[in-house]
């Protein structure tokens, strides 16, 4: 009976070890080259670092669903291929990692040479060689038309397939009609927000963002921890301005938005800065820099947030003039027109 009650017992550990990997991805890597002491991984905003030992290394984690993802080491670092995709599997992964003399600076060269385990980098792989194979086709269109329909009719909730169409959106090879027959294949409910909000952008390119509607309200933390909501500012007339830190075209005109702000703060007009930093230090750094004297608040998820993806904020600087019932006025309003704005609005 011990027996038995024994092998029932590892039966019920493996399973549920089993499950578990199932939820995790984990990642075995491999590297050649120039072998550092540690490497770092870096997706959804997380970075993890892991020991190198014999030229191996292992990360584990958890995603939502298949993520854009790169490695780094210490100093200065570059992905040659951007990035590669993890989901909840065991990847193995081959890597090779040379120095080089770039402008007098060292420089770690990062090559992915090899991902298994990982179905969306299977679908890329495949998708790159079918594209080498026949974009010289004369039928290329046709062709590249029902490759795509048939990867998002397999993965209607994979990122990678709404990068491939927004990609041929870009391209014009597609046709408007069938890139909107393939937009609505998508399974929304299984994407994130900007993804959702790249569909959204493609059949209605201002979405909620029109001048003449309602603004989409949203709510952030400011410098103090404190919580500033778009509601806080009804009665005055409001500029949202979207930047960051390391934007320098941004920092370029916070001198001028700074005097126009200076001369009608007490007059019915209010500025909210939001920053898309993910680093809440370098937030802070460049704000006492500028002598940035507005309300400020900051969004760590970026371009990835929900409020980006709303507004539909795809390069900074912009900004949105909201009148004092909060409806939308202007977008991407300069210092000088902002000024004569108010000066005429404000009696």
Do not use: H
Not at 169 to 178: A, D, E, M
Request: glycine letters at 4%.
């Amino acid at each position: 009976m011990k027996k038995y009650q024994f092998l029932i017992l590892i039966l019920f550990l493996t399973c549920c070890n089993s499950k578990k990997d199932s939820n995790l991805f984990i990642i075995n890597g491999v590297i050649k080259g120039d072998v550092p002491k540690y490497i770092y991984l870096e997706y959804n905003n997380i970075k993890d670092s892991a020991l190198v030992l014999n030229g191996k290394f292992k990360f584990e984690g958890k995603v939502l669903r298949p993520t854009e993802s790169n490695f780094y080491v210490y100093g200065t670092s570059a992905m040659i291929d951007d990035y590669f995709y993890i989901e909840n599997n065991a990847i193995d992964i081959e890597i090779t990692i040379e120095k080089k003399i770039v402008s007098k600076t060292e420089v770690d060269f990062i090559k992915v040479n090899a991902v298994t385990g990982s179905e969306t980098e299977n679908i890329r792989n495949n998708f790159k060689a079918f594209e080498r194979q026949y974009n010289k086709d004369e039928n290329w269109n046709d062709l590249l038309y029902n490759k795509l329909n048939k990867i998002i009719e397999q993965n209607p909730n994979n990122p990678y397939s709404i990068y491939l169409l927004d990609q041929e959106n870009w391209k014009r090879t597609l046709s408007k009609k069938q890139l909107l027959y393939l937009y609505q294949k998508f399974d929304t409910s299984f994407l994130s927000n900007k993804d959702v909000e790249t569909i959204r952008a493609f059949s209605d390119p201002e979405g909620d963002i029109k001048i003449g509607n309602k603004i989409a309200d949203f709510q952030l933390l400011n410098t103090s921890n404190k919580m500033i909501k778009t509601q806080d500012f009804r009665g005055k007339i409001l500029l949202i301005d979207f930047w960051a830190s390391w934007c320098v075209p941004c920092r370029e005109q916070n001198p001028e938005m700074l005097k126009v702000f200076t001369e009608y703060k007490n007059k019915g007009f209010s500025f909210l800065a939001v920053s898309l930093d993910k680093k809440r230090s370098k937030w802070i750094e460049a704000i006492k820099k500028d002598k940035l004297t507005w309300e400020n608040v900051v969004d760590i998820l970026a371009f990835q947030g929900k409020i980006a993806a709303r507004y539909r904020v795809t390069a900074i600087p912009i900004n949105f003039l909201v009148d004092k019932n909060g409806i939308l006025i202007a977008k991407d309003i300069t210092s000088t027109d902002l000024s004569i704005y108010l000066e005429n609005n404000l009696k």
